[in-house]
T-cell receptor
Framework: RKEVEQDPGPFNVPEGATVAFNCTYS??????FFWYRQDCRKEPKLLMS???SGNEDGRFTAQLNRASQYISLLIRDSKLSDSATYLC????????????FGDGTTLTVKP | EPEVTQTPSHQVTQMGQEVILRCVPI?????FYWYRQILGQKVEFLVS????????KSEIFDDQFSVERPDGSNFTLKIRSTKLEDSAMYFC??????????FGAGSRLTVL
């Protein structure tokens, strides 16, 4: 079983759509969780951290379910500029340590 | 906004040659990393570095790889004898300790 597993995608949605990505992780001791965004041939950039209470940043909402070892990302009112690969990232520590990346889910938003 | 700087952006080398990839992490960060991404594949952890020593490394980071922080600002990755399968994008990252990684733009290595 992969350490971090994401929806395979790709997701092709029209502008304005709501889209949700799912991620599961195998290490129950994992402590910190993130969504990163990666544009084609560029570096990953932090989109948002994910907390057990859930967190929202504008059109983006992230949820964590520790019991199910499941993380989600919801994008509302998607824009053309949201087209990218979304990476689920899990870390076993609360402080700095090795981060494990999922394979990524590619989103294309079409006009 | 502070950034992680990597050089070169692209290097082409012959199999068996040594390669050094350079990184300047964000100045007040304490933890430094190298990750790699083979084209079309996921981002993979290579090594983490803290307090002038390796704190963790992956199975990929074998004896052909080494890291160094020679002068308090640069952080280098050396591949001693490159193989075809070393062709990838190599990302340097740093963090202050809160686990949020800031990545450099990457160094694309092509081994012929």
């Amino acid at each position: 079983r992969k350490e971090v597993e994401q929806d395979p995608g790709p997701f092709n949605v029209p502008e304005g759509a709501t889209v949700a990505f799912n991620c599961t992780y195998s290490n129950s001791a994992s402590q910190s969780f993130f969504w990163y965004r990666q544009d084609c041939r560029k570096e990953p950039k932090l989109l948002m951290s994910v907390y057990s209470s859930g967190n929202e940043d504008g059109r983006f909402t992230a949820q964590l379910n520790r019991a199910s070892q499941y993380i989600s990302l919801l994008i509302r009112d998607s824009k053309l500029s949201d087209s990218a690969t979304y990476l689920c990232v899990v870390n076993p520590w609360t402080n700095a340590g090795k981060s494990t990346f999922g394979d990524g889910t590619t989103l294309t938003v079409k006009p | 906004e502070p950034e992680v700087t990597q050089t070169p952006s692209h290097q082409v080398t012959q199999m068996g040659q040594e390669v050094i990839l350079r990184c300047v992490p964000i100045s007040n960060h304490l933890y430094f990393y190298w990750y790699r991404q083979i084209l079309g594949q996921k981002v993979e952890f290579l090594v983490s570095f803290y307090n002038n020593e390796i704190s963790e490394k992956s199975e990929i980071f074998d004896d052909q790889f080494s890291v160094e922080r020679p002068d308090g600002s640069n952080f280098t990755l050396k591949i001693r004898s490159t193989k075809l399968e070393d062709s990838a994008m190599y990302f340097c990252a740093s963090t202050s300790g809160a686990n949020v990684l800031t990545f450099g733009a990457g160094s694309r290595l092509t081994v012929l």
